[in-house]
Each structure stands twice: as structure tokens, then as C-alpha cells.
């Protein structure tokens, strides 16, 4: 029996758990660490933050590791459901996760692209789409992903910035499109315009862009 592809919701809530658990460093069942797992290791593989503040984990058969620090892990897991908020209305572009210097100038960027995902009709989010990863498929893409991204440093170098790096987490939108204002509450949309040397735009000067990684699921059309 042939494994059934991913349902649109299933990828969103996919791709967010992957890109934070990175920066912080199977079954049906994707749970949300994924964009977090991404988050997390990217700040540990690039020494934003003291090693000790990081503790080992597996994730998709692959060492990752995951901050212990409350008040990163509260950021990080706000940005990546904002994150995932943006997804479910299939507005994101790029999901840009930005290395600064104190003077807030970026020097890399990990850019996460999901322009290229396929349509779904907004009523058909908890429908497997045919032409989507199947959840064995997208373990093994994220696996991949992962073992590159430990191998890093090794790649493109030490970072020696000592206190003075930080890290922001960027979303480009399609068609400049604005945040999606919450139905809930009258609370303004957790985003703030980006500076644009952050962004993955080419005429703007960065030290290092490491090549974007391409996130091909599925896209929604508007309700």
C-alpha cells in the first residue's frame, strides 16, 4: 500500500516546526519543533550563543540541539507560530533567518524559500494533495537538510563575534503583501517592517548568504 501524501495543513505545520528547531538547534503525526528545530541549531552551529546554553537532541535520526534558555525558546516558539499563521493563508515567500553584528548589519542569511509550493483550494487543507512529499519522504528531506547544516562551519568558517551577534527571523510576503491581522483578537500583527539589508533582496550587500534551502510542498489558493 502506497503512503499518503501530506494534507496542506500537515506541510504548514511541517515547515514551521523544521525551520525553528534548526535555527535553535514518523508516522502522520509532524509535530511543531521542525522551522524551531532549524532555528535552534542554526544559532548553536554559529556560536550566537554560549554552547552550554544548548543541549544535544536527535531529531529525524540526525543531532540537532535545542536551547535551554527560556526567554530565546519563548521568542523562538512565537516567531515560528507567527510564522506558521503566515503559511496557513499561503501568503509566504521566503522565511529569512538573519545573523547580525552590533551595528544590526547582517552578515548571513539562511534563507527558507516556499514560493514554489503547488495550489490547494483553501476548503481542501485536510486532503492529501497527489503531487505532495508523503511523511516518509519529507523526514528524509529534513534529514538531509540537517546533516548539511551541522557540517557548516566547516564549510564557510567560524563566526568570532563574540557577545555582539544577534539573530532575527524575517518573512518576505507575496506581492509585499501586510501580516495577517488576527480574527481573535484586536492585537496588531506580531511583525515590524524588516530593515531591508536583512531581506534575501540580491541588490542589497551581506557578507555571506548561504544558498537557499527550497521548501516545495503545497500552496493554498485564498478562501
Known amino acids: 500500500m502506497s503512503e499518503e501524501t501530506l494534507t496542506f495543513n500537515q506541510t504548514v505545520q511541517a515547515i514551521a516546526e ?16 521542525s522551522v524551531k528545530v532549524a532555528i535552534h541549531t542554526i544559532l548553536y552551529v554559529r556560536q550566537i ?3 552550554e546554553v544548548f543541549v544535544r537532541r536527535k531529531k529525524f535520526d540526525t543531532p540537532v540541539y ?21 503559511l496557513a493563508h499561503g501568503k509566504v515567500n521566503k522565511v529569512v533567518v538573519v ?20 495550489h490547494v483550494e483553501g476548503f481542501n487543507k485536510d486532503i492529501g494533495v497527489e503531487e505532495a512529499m508523503t511523511p516518509s519522504s519529507l523526514v528524509q528531506y529534513f534529514r538531509s537538510f540537517l546533516v548539511k547544516l551541522n557540517m ?8 568570532y563575534l563574540g557577545n555582539d551577534a544577534s539573530f532575527a527571523v524575517v518573512i518576505e510576503l507575496k506581492d509585499d503583501a501586510a501580516p495577517t491581522q488576527s480574527h481573535t ?32 510542498f503545497v500552496k493554498v489558493e485564498p478562501d
Not at 523544521?18 to 519543533?33: H, N, V
Not at 557548516?152 to 563566526?159: N, S, Y
Not at 484586536?186 to 517592517?193: A, F, I, S
Request: hydrophobic share 35%; with cysteine; net charge positive.
Open 18 to 33: 523544521f525551520s525553528m528547531f534548526c535555527i535553535l538547534a514518523s508516522g502522520k503525526k509532524l509535530t511543531r519543533p
Open 49 to 51: 550563543y554560549p554552547a
Open 66 to 86: 535545542q536551547s535551554r534558555h527560556p526567554a530565546l525558546n519563548e521568542y523562538i516558539s512565537g516567531a515560528v507560530k507567527a510564522v506558521a499563521d503566515e
Open 99 to 118: 545573523i547580525k553584528d552590533k551595528e544590526q548589519t547582517a552578515l548571513e542569511r539562511f534563507i527558507f524559500s516556499v514560493e514554489t509550493m503547488i
Open 152 to 159: 557548516i562551519e566547516t564549510q564557510i568558517g567560524q563566526m
Open 185 to 216: 483578537t484586536k492585537d496588531p500583527p506580531p511583525w515590524m517592517p524588516a530593515v531591508t539589508q536583512h531581506t534575501s533582496r540580491p541588490n542589497h550587500l551581506v557578507k555571506r548568504t548561504v544558498p537557499s534551502i527550497q521548501m516545495n
